[in-house]
């Protein structure tokens, strides 16, 4: 069973009344930071190797994995593959641990952190240095390449539809009705699978066409709107 040592040590604080602090870096910032440090041809290659590490370890046998030196092992050879994911998936979160444990209230903390942060972070308590937290929090602007690729599904359809245009307004607007029925059916067809309100399967058919031609919205986040609307999350929808 996964985060069973993170688990127990939330109920062991609440047992014996101490504080609870998160001291790890944002999720979302760990993973956009990678993201947008890796350059193109990275991407697939970086899916492509966790692929194939973790294409022997059976499922049940997988928690020995991760407390074995064959995980170790992984972290060292992504290292060498690819020094950006390292540094931004294991070193800089060491630093930012580091600095929330530096900059603690408490004389005394019990820390639980990943198998793969260990040493780090006991090698830079020795060291005694202090990091630039908000550096390390900040995310990295897109790359020009990332937004000429987002900029290039959209602008093909555009294209396309204008061609169609050209053909003939009667064409043109069949061919813009046949690619929003397709594009608004398939996306109301899976949000169905949530088993939402019929208004958020409505704005999926609405609105998928609108968030295809945007590079930052998607139909995601006018469903997810739409269905914050009728029903109001609630502690138990997380």
């Known amino acids: 069973m996964f985060h069973v040592p993170l688990i127990q040590a939330l109920e062991s604080a609440e047992d014996v009344g101490a504080d609870i602090q998160l001291i790890d870096r944002d999720i979302q910032v760990t993973f956009k930071r990678m993201w947008r440090h890796l350059s193109f041809t990275q991407k697939p290659k970086l899916i492509m190797t966790f692929f194939s590490e973790f294409e022997d370890v059976e499922t049940e046998r997988l928690e020995d994995f991760l407390e074995s030196d064959s995980f170790d092992n992984v972290f060292i050879q992504l290292s060498k593959k690819f020094p950006t994911i390292y540094n931004d998936m294991i070193t800089e979160r060491d630093k930012v641990m580091v600095t929330n444990l530096q900059n603690s209230k408490y004389d005394v903390n019990v820390v639980v952190v990943g198998k793969a942060h260990i040493n780090g972070i006991k090698a830079k308590l020795k060291e005694e240095k202090s990091y630039d937290i908000s550096e390390l929090t900040?995310?990295?602007?897109?790359?020009?390449?990332?937004?000429?690729?987002?900029?290039?599904?959209?602008?093909?359809?555009?294209?396309?539809?204008?061609v169609s245009f050209f053909s003939g307004v009667q064409v043109g607007f069949h061919q813009l009705l046949k690619?929003?029925?397709?594009?608004?059916?398939?996306?109301?067809?899976?949000?169905?699978?949530?088993?939402?309100?019929?208004?958020?399967?409505?704005?999926?058919?609405?609105?998928?066409?609108?968030?295809?031609?945007?590079?930052?919205?998607s139909v995601g986040v006018f469903s997810a709107l739409a269905e914050a609307t009728v029903k109001k999350p609630t502690v138990r929808d997380f």
């Open 179 to 217: 690619w929003w029925v397709w594009n608004g059916g398939l996306a109301a067809i899976f949000t169905c699978f949530a088993l939402p309100s019929p208004l958020t399967i409505l704005t999926s058919l609405i609105m998928a066409p609108v968030g295809a031609l945007s590079p930052v919205l």
């Open 138 to 162: 900040s995310i990295p602007s897109k790359k020009l390449s990332s937004k000429l690729i987002e900029l290039i599904f959209p602008l093909t359809i555009i294209l396309l539809l204008a």
